[in-house]
């Protein structure tokens, strides 16, 4: 078998391999870096935890845009849910925002 192909398949898998996480990063980035998603992590932040209606009556937005963000954030681990009957609450996960604090200061050292 010819070494230079396998060195050469080897290196584009590791680069997949890198394509896969940089596009995972950039999503939990974009996440973050919305105005709204700001204002409802620190909403959530001040309250400890909130249900979707608290959030969009205190944000005087629409349910379905609330819960689109809610989704967002969810998705990316920035909220963690809690069921209480018929109720959701939303809380900010801590552990979260910090690896994302660190990460980000790692890439602008």
Do not use: P, W
């Not at 290196?11 to 974009?30: G, T």
């Amino acid at each position: 078998m010819n070494t230079a192909f396998v060195e050469s398949t080897q290196s584009e898998l590791d680069l997949k391999i890198d394509i896969v996480q940089l596009k995972k990063a950039a999503l939990v980035l974009r996440a973050i870096n919305h105005k709204l998603r700001q204002q409802i992590l620190k909403l959530i932040c001040d309250h400890d935890r909130m249900t979707v209606t608290e959030i969009y009556v205190k944000l005087r937005l629409e349910q379905s845009v609330a819960s689109q963000h809610l989704a967002i954030l969810r998705k990316a681990g920035f909220v963690n849910t809690l069921r209480d009957g018929k109720f959701i609450y939303y809380s900010v996960s801590a552990e979260r925002l910090a690896e994302v604090h660190e990460f980000s200061g790692q890439l602008l050292n």
